[in-house]
């Protein structure tokens, strides 16, 4: 008992000694942070680098103006001697920038008075060109430099009021299309119309082409539900338009159109078996497009039809004329019909410059006259129906621009025009399981991100009502 009332003893005079004559207190945070101090003397050091960099780092700016050359914009930055005609040969016969535009820039990096890297700016391109010399006179190295980039998905909702341009100008359009989040310059004017056309061009004349016709179906009250892919690009802060996910059209005088999306890889005339592309399919599976489009010029005007005997404008006799021509202004884009392999790409007697694409079930088809070939391709590559592959020319055997369209099906002529359009391969077996199985996940997703949810098929709600989460 006794030890007992000692050990509380000592508790107590230990409890007070530490109230009466214990250390206060202090806080582990550290003393009080003056951010204002932080940010001057951030700005000091920022100020005395850049004073360091004036007297070593010194960055000339070229701008192509009207009739402006590459050799302009190199004399422009001081880029004279080996290294003016070792950059105008590394431009054009290794980089391909055979050409300038008003706007393109060319900035020359200069290190203490010696060059060392000069990058080119192509106006409409998101990235440069670099050229490193490193204070030589001979480049050590050279490349395309891509702008950094990322994608992100979007759902949006629109309500058609007159138009489906003028809806997805009203609410389709990212807040941060632009880096102020407003359009204020003519660039952003620019893009703004770019990614309203890349919508509404994707969604009208690629995923609901044969379903709806939005000249004469469209009316005001319909709604569209589209899950878009876009583009961010960090260092510029802007956004960019990719492609369409999946998409919905509702009719307000009744009926749903559906685009639903399948990953996979390609029928066996893709090389290597690796690619994997995206395709729109209908609820069961059918594909939303036919095997080809009616042709390869959206706009053109026939100027020849398919014939027999026909009297050639040029060599002023008659002869059979086993395709059609389709007359359109000069540069004009022109379109593979379908997907398949290119199989021929060059000059090809009086044809001019001139495309064969290899198709599925023995069909190839034949594009003559351009006047240049699309970029990125070559012999082999896989194009998908809708990808520019030309553009309209008068190469030869021409009295004028247009593209000489032919079609061969088990390598005999048919007429494009007459010839009974297969439809695109629908999903089948395990590829068919797959899509049914991802097509609930996908559209519990989109309800999430569309906040309200999005209308399902009418075999599934008949009621009419919104999916939930």
């Keep these: 008992m006794r030890s007992r009332l000692i050990l509380v003893l000592l508790f107590i005079l230990g409890a007070v000694a530490t109230v009466f004559f214990g250390k206060p207190h202090k806080d582990k945070a550290g003393d009080e942070w003056f951010f204002h101090e932080s940010i001057s003397e951030l700005t000091q050091v920022i100020d005395s680098l850049n004073t360091i960099l004036a007297d070593t780092l010194s960055i000339r700016i070229a701008c192509v103006e009207k009739d402006g050359t590459l050799g302009g914009l190199l004399f422009a930055t001081g880029i004279e001697g080996s290294r003016y005609s070792n950059c105008c040969t590394i431009f054009i016969d290794s980089l391909g920038w055979t050409s300038v535009h008003v706007g393109d820039t060319l900035e020359a990096v200069y290190s203490r008075g010696m060059l060392w890297e000069v990058r080119a700016r192509p106006r409409r391109s998101r990235g440069y060109y670099s050229i490193i010399f490193e204070g030589s006179s001979e480049p050590s190295n050279w490349q395309w430099v891509a702008e950094e980039r990322w994608t992100r998905l979007r759902s949006i909702t629109l309500e058609v009021r007159s138009s489906v341009w003028e809806s997805i100008a009203g609410g389709g359009m990212p807040h941060d299309l632009t880096p102020s989040g407003h359009i204020i310059t003519a660039r952003d004017s620019i893009r703004k119309i770019a990614f309203i056309?890349?919508?509404?061009n994707e969604l009208a004349n690629r995923l609901f082409i044969y379903d709806i016709d939005f000249y004469h179906d469209v009316q005001p009250g319909d709604k569209v539900w589209a899950l878009i892919e876009e583009i961010r690009y960090p260092g510029s802060s802007e956004t960019s338009f990719n492609r369409i996910i999946a998409a919905k059209y509702d009719f307000i005088l009744g009926g749903m159109t559906e685009a639903l999306p399948f990953f996979h890889q390609p029928?066996?005339?893709a090389p290597g078996g690796t690619l994997v592309i995206l395709d729109h399919y209908h609820r069961d599976g059918a594909s939303l497009r036919t095997m080809f489009l009616k042709m390869p010029v959206p706009f053109g005007?026939?100027?020849?039809?398919?014939?027999?005997?026909?009297m050639h404008p040029v060599l002023g006799y008659t002869r059979a004329h086993r395709g059609i021509d389709y007359a359109a202004p000069m540069g004009t884009e022109i379109y593979a019909?379908?997907?398949g392999v290119i199989t021929v790409r060059g000059a090809l007697g009086g044809y001019g410059n001139m495309v064969r694409v290899r198709h599925a079930n023995g069909y190839e088809t034949g594009y003559g006259h351009m006047s240049r070939f699309a970029s990125g391709m070559s012999i082999g590559s896989y194009v998908r129906q809708g990808d520019i592959i030309g553009y309209i020319g008068s190469t030869g055997l021409s009295t004028g621009p247009h593209v000489h369209f032919e079609m061969k099906k088990?390598?005999?002529f048919v007429n494009p025009a007459t010839e009974i359009l297969p439809p695109a391969n629908p999903l089948e077996g395990d590829n068919l399981d797959t899509f049914m199985?991802?097509?609930p996940i996908l559209e519990n997703a989109w309800s999430l991100m569309a906040g309200n949810g999005i209308p399902l098929h009418q075999q599934e709600s008949t009621s009419g009502n919104s999916a939930t989460p």
């Design 197 to 200: 056309k890349e919508f509404e």
């Design 267 to 269: 029928d066996t005339i």
């Design 301 to 310: 005007r026939i100027s020849s039809e398919y014939s027999s005997a026909r």
């Design 337 to 339: 019909v379908g997907d």
């Design 410 to 412: 088990n390598g005999t």
């Design 437 to 439: 199985k991802q097509l």
